[in-house]
């Protein structure tokens, strides 16, 4: 009994009250986890006429979970959750749903700090935000910084200053850190900064003219223009990012949709300032999928740890905005509005955000199609069962057995999916260090990833190419077979003169074979090689650069770990410490001259 029947068998006790089902398959995955009204008549459409999607998901299930709640809007609620924790092959997903940065105001030191911030603990500061990306937050701590001029160094090398910093020279802090500012002059601008980020320019402006007034009547002209420079300044940062329309505390939520497929373009405004916007391209939609269902789970998705601002703005109407409202509320425990404009100011910020959505959909539908058409022609080559959307390739990267790092690179319709990259630290033994043993290395790999699996089983590649010959494909069966699993794979090597053009593959139960170096899908299998192998000798020059740095220190005599510590305090990195001159070595405490001597040429031999 399956599909249909499984369903139905399952109806005579499903009750007819609201909550969250959930479809598993016979490895009990979850495939699909839904909320509904009244679960027993949500499951009997199951039985109906179904959209392709849902046929497929049908087909596959063996088991029906369900859980009551006291609401519909506490089953949406808990849909959202059950999701993003489990991320079912056949719901709507939020592919990238990791935290939005936010700008920190640090007021646990006597010279406060602006800093980028990402997380969930918005405590020990004030926090501004948050913004659509990490370029956004650097580029208005950039801004900040050349107004405001406020320190941007870490507390160690703020101590241990004897003298001004480049920042200093270039005009983008007043180096408090040795005292070329006062401790009241530096509060105040601390104020202003914190004021330009809660949107209050206005009085910003009338108070920084009344100081600037004061400044030149007292006949302190310097300082005046420097005033007048940073009103400027103020005035055209609000011009660059203000424009006619803004909001107050708003998200904007915009839908473009061709042929099943779909952009979520989102827009944040705070304090009347746009904090930037970025595209979503949601998983597991279909032709035919309204932009309702999509938007609902959209954000049901987005706001389970993102606080959601007083007012959300929706390209297209949802079903029950009341119950969504509810849910948000129930979750953040703040008041929401979800509105759908229809005109003035609001309607041509939405129109704007429609348009990004559009471009934006647009553009990744053309990639998408590239890589979809390479997709194919692997499936075909290798006789997948279907489209493999996940593509994971791995290799190895070590010198004799030195230093050694195992990569992954993951590849899909969408291209290369650097967020999903992975560095595997190879922990140097018996098994590594001699001559650099790379099937204990790949052994060591793939059985670390594949434990993985088990906890993110959503993550599981289509098809996994490994770097190498017959002998790594002996590897990657021995390790399959005792973790009990079954994924397919291919092993790539180059040929015997290891000319690029001449890969030869080797499959399990099948003949090694070589392609035409011509063939487009031959192309696009070295390119997938190519991206981890230049990802793994990136990542093991990185590792033996750390090393060799940290060595250098530790091999001169007098130094410990304290005098480290303070040499890397004071300068900041390795690198400034190999620039220091003797004298500016010699300022560190308990460097002596002859020690100050011994690092100087040992850093530069």
């Given at each position: 009994m399956k599909g249909v029947e499984i369903v139905k068998s399952y109806l005579a006790n499903a009750p007819e009250s609201p909550g969250i089902y959930q479809m598993l398959d016979e490895d009990k995955n979850i495939i699909y986890i839904g909320?509904?009204?009244?679960?027993?008549?949500?499951?009997?459409?199951?039985?109906?006429?179904?959209?392709?999607?849902?046929?497929?998901?049908?087909?596959?299930?063996?088991?029906?979970?369900?859980?009551?709640?006291?609401?519909?809007?506490?089953?949406?609620?808990?849909?959202?959750q059950l999701i993003k924790k489990f991320k079912p092959?056949?719901?709507?997903?939020?592919?990238?749903?990791?935290?939005?940065?936010?700008?920190?105001?640090?007021?646990?030191?006597d010279y406060p700090q602006l800093l980028k911030f990402r997380g969930r603990n918005l405590t020990g500061g004030k926090f501004f935000g948050p913004f659509a990306s990490a370029m956004q937050v650097d580029v208005t701590l950039s801004e900040l910084?050349?107004?405001?001029?406020?320190?941007?160094?870490?507390?160690?090398?703020?101590?241990?200053?004897a003298r001004p910093c480049l920042q200093y020279q270039i005009k983008r802090c007043y180096a408090p850190c040795v005292n070329k500012i006062s401790k009241n002059e530096y509060d105040d601008l601390v104020r202003q900064a914190q004021a330009f980020l809660e949107g209050k320019n206005k009085k910003l402006q009338e108070m920084l003219s009344a100081k600037m007034e004061q400044l030149s009547a007292d006949m302190k002209f310097e300082q005046a223009a420097e005033i007048r420079d940073r009103i400027k300044a103020i005035s055209y940062v609000q011009l660059k990012s203000g424009g006619a329309h803004s909001l107050p505390d708003a998200d904007v939520i915009a839908l473009a949709s061709h042929n099943g497929e779909f952009c979520v373009q989102l827009f944040i405004y705070r304090a009347h300032q746009p904090c930037g916007n970025q595209a979503y391209f949601p998983a597991h939609t279909e032709r035919g999928e309204s932009a309702g269902n999509v938007l609902s789970s959209f954000l049901m998705q987005l706001y389970q740890n993102k606080t959601p601002p007083k007012q959300i703005l929706l390209s297209h109407e949802i079903d029950d905005i009341k119950m969504h409202e509810q849910a948000l509320k129930k979750l953040h425990g703040n008041s929401v509005t979800i509105s759908v404009p229809k005109h003035g100011g609001r309607h041509k910020i939405m129109e704007n955000a429609l348009r990004n959505a559009e471009l934006a959909l647009e553009k990744h539908l053309k990639i998408s199609a590239k890589n979809t058409n390479a997709l194919e022609?692997?499936?075909?080559?290798?006789?997948?069962?279907?489209?493999?959307?996940?593509?994971?390739?791995?290799?190895?990267?070590?010198?004799?057995?030195?230093?050694?790092?195992?990569?992954?690179?993951?590849?899909?319709?969408?291209?290369?999916?650097?967020?999903?990259?992975?560095?595997?630290?190879?922990?140097?033994?018996?098994?590594?260090?001699?001559?650099?043993?790379d099937y204990a290395m790949l052994r060591e790999v793939l059985t670390r990833r594949i434990k993985r699996l088990k906890s993110e089983p959503h993550r599981k590649p289509d098809l996994m190419i490994i770097d190498g010959g017959r002998g790594h494909m002996g590897v990657v069966m021995e390790v399959m077979a005792k973790l009990g699993t079954s994924l397919p794979f291919i092993c790539m090597s180059k040929g015997a003169l290891r000319n690029s053009g001449r890969e030869q593959f080797h499959r399990p139960g099948h003949d090694t074979f070589t392609l035409d170096k011509n063939l487009d899908v031959m192309k696009y299998l070295q390119i997938l090689r190519d991206e981890v192998h230049n990802f793994a000798i990136k990542s093991h020059r990185n590792k033996r650069a750390k090393s060799i740095r940290a060595s250098s220190l530790d091999q001169i005599d007098g130094i410990g770990e304290s005098r480290k510590k303070a040499l890397l305090n004071y300068f900041g990195s390795f690198k400034a410490i190999s620039g220091a001159t003797i004298s500016e070595l010699k300022k560190i405490d308990g460097i002596s001259d002859d020690l100050a001597k011994s690092i100087y040429e040992a850093l530069r031999s």
């Amino acid at each position: 009994m399956k599909g249909v029947e499984i369903v139905k068998s399952y109806l005579a006790n499903a009750p007819e009250s609201p909550g969250i089902y959930q479809m598993l398959d016979e490895d009990k995955n979850i495939i699909y986890i839904g909320k509904a009204k009244n679960i027993k008549n949500r499951l009997s459409q199951y039985t109906l006429k179904l959209s392709v999607k849902n046929t497929a998901m049908v087909a596959l299930i063996r088991h029906i979970e369900y859980s009551i709640t006291e609401s519909e809007s506490a089953a949406l609620l808990l849909e959202g959750q059950l999701i993003k924790k489990f991320k079912p092959k056949f719901n709507i997903l939020l592919k990238d749903d990791k935290s939005f940065p936010y700008i920190k105001l640090r007021m646990d030191h006597d010279y406060p700090q602006l800093l980028k911030f990402r997380g969930r603990n918005l405590t020990g500061g004030k926090f501004f935000g948050p913004f659509a990306s990490a370029m956004q937050v650097d580029v208005t701590l950039s801004e900040l910084q050349k107004i405001f001029k406020l320190r941007s160094c870490s507390d160690s090398y703020f101590t241990n200053r004897a003298r001004p910093c480049l920042q200093y020279q270039i005009k983008r802090c007043y180096a408090p850190c040795v005292n070329k500012i006062s401790k009241n002059e530096y509060d105040d601008l601390v104020r202003q900064a914190q004021a330009f980020l809660e949107g209050k320019n206005k009085k910003l402006q009338e108070m920084l003219s009344a100081k600037m007034e004061q400044l030149s009547a007292d006949m302190k002209f310097e300082q005046a223009a420097e005033i007048r420079d940073r009103i400027k300044a103020i005035s055209y940062v609000q011009l660059k990012s203000g424009g006619a329309h803004s909001l107050p505390d708003a998200d904007v939520i915009a839908l473009a949709s061709h042929n099943g497929e779909f952009c979520v373009q989102l827009f944040i405004y705070r304090a009347h300032q746009p904090c930037g916007n970025q595209a979503y391209f949601p998983a597991h939609t279909e032709r035919g999928e309204s932009a309702g269902n999509v938007l609902s789970s959209f954000l049901m998705q987005l706001y389970q740890n993102k606080t959601p601002p007083k007012q959300i703005l929706l390209s297209h109407e949802i079903d029950d905005i009341k119950m969504h409202e509810q849910a948000l509320k129930k979750l953040h425990g703040n008041s929401v509005t979800i509105s759908v404009p229809k005109h003035g100011g609001r309607h041509k910020i939405m129109e704007n955000a429609l348009r990004n959505a559009e471009l934006a959909l647009e553009k990744h539908l053309k990639i998408s199609a590239k890589n979809t058409n390479a997709l194919e022609a692997v499936q075909e080559l290798f006789s997948l069962p279907e489209l493999p959307r996940r593509i994971e390739v791995y290799d190895n990267s070590h010198i004799q057995g030195a230093f050694p790092v195992g990569a992954m690179v993951v590849a899909g319709k969408d291209g290369f999916e650097k967020k999903e990259y992975r560095l595997f630290n190879i922990k140097e033994s018996d098994q590594t260090s001699h001559g650099g043993d790379d099937y204990a290395m790949l052994r060591e790999v793939l059985t670390r990833r594949i434990k993985r699996l088990k906890s993110e089983p959503h993550r599981k590649p289509d098809l996994m190419i490994i770097d190498g010959g017959r002998g790594h494909m002996g590897v990657v069966m021995e390790v399959m077979a005792k973790l009990g699993t079954s994924l397919p794979f291919i092993c790539m090597s180059k040929g015997a003169l290891r000319n690029s053009g001449r890969e030869q593959f080797h499959r399990p139960g099948h003949d090694t074979f070589t392609l035409d170096k011509n063939l487009d899908v031959m192309k696009y299998l070295q390119i997938l090689r190519d991206e981890v192998h230049n990802f793994a000798i990136k990542s093991h020059r990185n590792k033996r650069a750390k090393s060799i740095r940290a060595s250098s220190l530790d091999q001169i005599d007098g130094i410990g770990e304290s005098r480290k510590k303070a040499l890397l305090n004071y300068f900041g990195s390795f690198k400034a410490i190999s620039g220091a001159t003797i004298s500016e070595l010699k300022k560190i405490d308990g460097i002596s001259d002859d020690l100050a001597k011994s690092i100087y040429e040992a850093l530069r031999s």
